[in-house]
């Protein structure tokens, strides 16, 4: 039997603690232990992003990190970016643009995204692009999704 | 599905209302649970006990297999089922053919699990269940597999000698060969005074979703339940209950929120038997989750054909035939859709254009490689690949425009609808219905502004700048029938349940918009239930564009059958809703398939040094005759058409000439990124409403990739004109384009040769 251990991770804000194999990786144990399937398996190599989480703020791949490798740091997944039944500015202006289609990789896409803005208050459309491209979309082409976050963007800076 | 909202429904149970909800472009109802991560896509479902499938695949292109070893997979601890086709009864037993059954293709049928022979690498030779998918794959690695390997396969001439045969039993490669045409081709080529022949290649790719494939069966004794099959349930379910000789009704398929379809996604594949076989022998769930190497290597390929294209002309331009042979690869075995793409490719190949006399050969072979089936814009894609680079090319011999050759050749409003002939074995006579493929040509250039464009090499910062034109016509709507229901409930809201099924087109919002219309209720008053065949008696599923065309032309019927009912009652004197549910069941047929049709014209830069090309502009125009929601419509184009663009110059499944795959995860296999992905400019126009269903919809699903390799190669081979580079074969690859180019150079500096 392969070696397990008991994790205890921060999610959401939320302490959740589990016993699984120390191989588990980070997206395994948001999705089979946290219960958290916002988060989704596209390739399970690091390349499609569908798996972004963030990690103290930062976008980060789970499918590439080991869950135990986590430590004290704050996870934040798709389902933690609003409260229950709101949603923020960035996934409205998703909604609004029809940014997303099948909607697989729409939580890597706004946990990149809203990683981006929190950095890069006014991205140009070159940054945003350069930012999401470490996060396939076989079904938008993209385009709704760039316009999306531009749009959220400038609806901030109006706002401030 | 989405929650109605009890306030507001509309008023439904009032007067009749006339509907302005089709054609505006409304936010989707599906879209909160995605962008919140409530969607329930297929590794979402989960149950206590459940076991995790995997899949021992071969590692060989074309191996006997001596003999398999199980011992040490069974025996590691949260293993409960380590089985070959010895352990399964039904081993020997194909998978039939949905779509196109071509004369001898049932030769090559593929088996649920190999038995004693490996035809291409990533064919099922074991499954395992486990407590973990962890374990699983443990131990997949325990199981001792002795193959005897043997020469493989690899390429579509190789085939053609029949010198090494796939399937030796059936004695040939040749899985179907036919001819086709209409007119009289030879007269038309006889005393030409330009002809033109050239030999086309399309690269292997495939429509990789990014969601992979996935299962979740539930035996309990009496019912089979199976999650994530989304495409056709119905035709699966009855397959499957064939199987294990159950009535169909022990056999219920249920739609899951998928990531993308595209073709690939939701045809019967031999894991779509041993997931749920697998469960039957535990009692227990079992969920097989694809890995992307699996995707890439297991799930169907797509799009790989030669074809040598003549073209016969008079010096003015004006085409007088074509003719060709089509040759495609079906790779191993010949799944439920492999002989789609190779008949619609032949019988696309003439297009939009006024060519009476055309001929073809068509043959599709069995190789070592991944079994083909359908991708998005399945043979049109290829088919407008060959014809409009011809097209270009003939005009550069002939010192003529490109786009004046269009316009003459173009098939006129006022002729139609034009008589395409029988060009599909299994299919009748047929004839493009609607259209006017002159104004689209148009239409699409003034978007993109192509007077002022630089173009024919000009040289602009040290880039030379080209455009390119294609036009495209395509068929949409298959599927003869389709079911619709709606069920009126006492407080006010509405249920419609359909026969299709969605990956993630929008259909939830789009039937409501339609019912909505109809019924003069608001969105919010309708949940929408599709894909499960719990819902409807039957279901044809989604494919070829068919979902609005048929599906909705269904629930509109539907709807109107409930607002005479819902009129009745108000005119007895109820106010309100209905005091019992009031229940619509009905079946639409449809009246044959529609044409949509457009024009694609590419604006590139290319770098005569590096062989870069950037796609500076990209309009995509089709007319769909009937837009229901824009926004959504939009979506499709643009999507497909950078999913075109990105297969055009990235996507390329390649293989060694063993027949070993080389392109096996996306480290290898490159997709169209954010960085790469040009900005396409959509244009849907609604100038031509089909006449042949309620709605004057056509397919728009699939035209935004259909014409995108034509327009690329020729706006490629326009910034090089002065190269006159052939560009007969995709993908347009930087390696490929600077080989091109170099190859260009060195004939170039031959003495005597101009360029
Ligand atoms: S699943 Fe993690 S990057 Fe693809
Ligand atoms: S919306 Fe389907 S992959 Fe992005």
Redesign the interface.
């Known amino acids: 039997?392969?070696p397990s251990r008991e994790i205890t991770l921060r999610v959401n804000g939320n302490t959740v603690r589990a016993v699984c194999?120390t191989?588990?990786t980070l997206l395994d144990f948001l999705?089979d232990h946290a219960g958290?399937?916002?988060?989704?398996?596209?390739?399970?190599?690091g390349?499609?992003g569908?798996c972004t989480v963030q990690l103290d703020g930062a976008s980060v791949r789970a499918c590439l990190l080991f869950a135990a490798q986590v430590g004290e740091g704050q996870i934040t997944?798709?389902?933690g970016?609003?409260p229950p039944g709101a949603?923020t500015d960035l996934?409205q202006a998703?909604?609004?643009h029809?940014a997303?289609?099948?909607?697989?990789?729409?939580?890597g896409m706004?946990m990149t995204a809203d990683a981006l803005l929190r950095e890069t208050p006014h991205p140009d459309e070159a940054a945003?692009?350069?930012a999401?491209?470490?996060?396939?979309?076989?079904?938008?082409?993209?385009?709704?999704?760039?316009e999306a976050v531009l749009d959220c963007a400038e609806a901030r800076g109006a706002r401030s | 599905m989405n929650a109605p909202d009890r306030a507001g429904l509309g008023n439904a149970f009032e007067a009749a209302a006339t509907g302005t909800l089709s054609g505006a472009p409304i936010e989707r109802v599906e879209d909160e649970r995605f962008l919140t991560g409530a969607g329930r896509f297929t590794d979402d479902v989960r149950f206590e006990g459940m076991g995790h499938a995997a899949i021992l695949r071969s590692t060989h292109a074309h191996a006997r297999i001596r003999r398999i070893d199980c011992t040490a997979a069974r025996a590691l601890p949260g293993v409960m089922l380590v089985a070959t086709a010895a352990d399964i009864a039904q081993a020997n037993k194909p998978i039939p053919i949905r779509l196109a059954p071509l004369p001898g293709l049932d030769r090559f049928l593929q088996p649920t699990i190999a038995a004693d022979e490996v035809r291409y690498v990533g064919e099922p030779v074991a499954i395992v269940v486990a407590s973990s998918r962890y374990v699983a794959e443990d131990a997949l690695d325990l199981i001792e597999v002795d193959y005897d390997e043997g020469p493989a396969v690899a390429s579509i001439t190789q085939s053609a000698s029949n010198a090494t045969l796939v399937h030796a039993a059936v004695g040939t490669n040749v899985a179907t060969q036919y001819p086709v045409e209409r007119g009289d081709v030879d007269r038309a080529f006889a005393g030409a005074p330009y002809t033109r022949r050239e030999r086309f290649r399309c690269h292997r790719h495939t429509g990789a979703p990014m969601e992979t494939r996935g299962l979740v069966a539930e035996w309990n004794g009496s019912l089979m339940r199976v999650w994530g099959a989304t495409k056709v349930p119905f035709f699966n379910r009855g397959l499957l209950a064939s199987f294990f000789d159950l009535p169909e009704t022990a056999v219920d398929m249920i739609e899951t929120d998928i990531g993308g379809g595209f073709g690939i996604r939701g045809e019967f594949y031999p894991e779509d038997f041993l997931v749920p076989w697998a469960s039957m022998q535990l009692g227990r769930p079992v969920k097989w989750i694809e890995d992307r190497r699996e995707h890439l290597m297991a799930a169907n390929h797509a799009r790989e054909t030669e074809c040598e294209l003549e073209i016969a002309m008079n010096l003015d331009g004006t085409i007088r035939g074509l003719r060709g042979r089509v040759m495609a690869d079906l790779g191993a075995y010949v799944r439920t859709g492999g002989g789609v793409a190779v008949s619609r490719l032949a019988q696309y190949l003439p297009g939009p254009y006024r060519i009476s006399d055309f001929g073809c050969e068509v043959m599709a072979l069995v190789t070592n490689k991944t079994p083909v089936g359908t991708m998005r814009g399945p043979g049109r894609y290829e088919a407008n690949y060959f014809r409009e680079r011809l097209l270009d090319l003939a005009c550069g011999d002939l010192g003529l425009d490109p786009v004046a050759v269009r316009e003459m050749n173009l098939i006129a409003r006022h002729e139609m609808p034009w008589p395409i002939g029988r060009l599909v074995p299994t299919e009748g006579e047929g004839a493009y219905d609607v259209g006017d493929f002159h104004s689209g040509l148009h239409k699409a250039l003034s978007a993109i502004g192509y007077d002022r464009l630089p173009r024919d090499g000009a040289l602009i910062d040290g880039w030379l700048h080209g455009v390119g034109v294609a036009c495209f016509v395509e068929s949409s709507g298959g599927g003869k029938s389709e079911n619709a229901r709606i069920v009126a409930r006492t407080d006010g809201s509405f249920d419609i349940y359909s026969g299709v099924s969605t990956m993630g087109q929008g259909h939830e919002t789009v039937f409501a918009q339609i019912a909505g219309d109809e019924l003069g209720a608001p969105i919010s008053a309708f949940r929408v239930h599709h894909g499960s065949t719990a819902h409807v008696d039957y279901g044809w599923g989604t494919f070829h564009s068919r979902a609005i065309v048929v599906g909705g032309s269904a629930v509109k019927l539907a709807a109107a059958q409930m607002r005479e009912q819902l009129d009745a009652l108000a005119a007895a004197g109820h106010r309100g809703p209905p005091a019992e549910d009031i229940e619509v069941k009905l079946r639409y047929d449809t009246k044959g398939p529609t044409y949509s049709y457009g024009t694609h014209v590419a604006h590139v830069a290319v770098d005569p040094e590096t062989a870069r090309v950037k796609v500076l502009a990209y309009v995509a125009l089709e007319d769909v005759g009937r837009v229901m929601n824009p926004l959504l419509a939009h979506g499709q184009a643009v999507g497909g058409a950078v999913q075109g663009i990105g297969a055009t110059f990235l996507d390329e499944l390649r293989y060694d000439e063993n027949a070993q795959l080389l392109s096996g995860s996306y480290a290898d296999y490159l997709m169209a990124t954010s960085t790469e992905a040009p900005a396409v400019q959509a244009v849907l126009l609604e100038e031509s409403p089909s006449p042949s269903n309620p709605l004057g919809a056509k397919g728009a699903g699939e035209g935004g990739i259909v014409a995108t390799a034509g327009a690329l190669a020729n706006a490629v081979g326009n910034a090089l004109a002065a190269w006159r580079l052939p560009l007969t074969s995709l993908p347009l690859s930087l390696d490929n384009l600077a080989r091109a180019l170099r190859e260009a150079r060195s004939a170039a500096a031959v003495p005597g040769q101009d360029h």
Do not use: D
């Not at chain 1, 999401?132 to 760039?146: A, E, K, M, V």
């Open positions: 039997m392969n194999e191989r588990t999705r958290l399937t916002g988060t989704h398996a596209g390739c399970e190599h390349v499609c569908a997944t798709v389902e970016l609003a949603m996934q998703f909604r609004r029809h997303l289609q099948c909607g697989f990789c729409t939580p706004l945003v692009r350069a999401l491209s470490g996060n396939l979309c076989r079904c938008t082409g993209y385009q709704p999704i760039i």
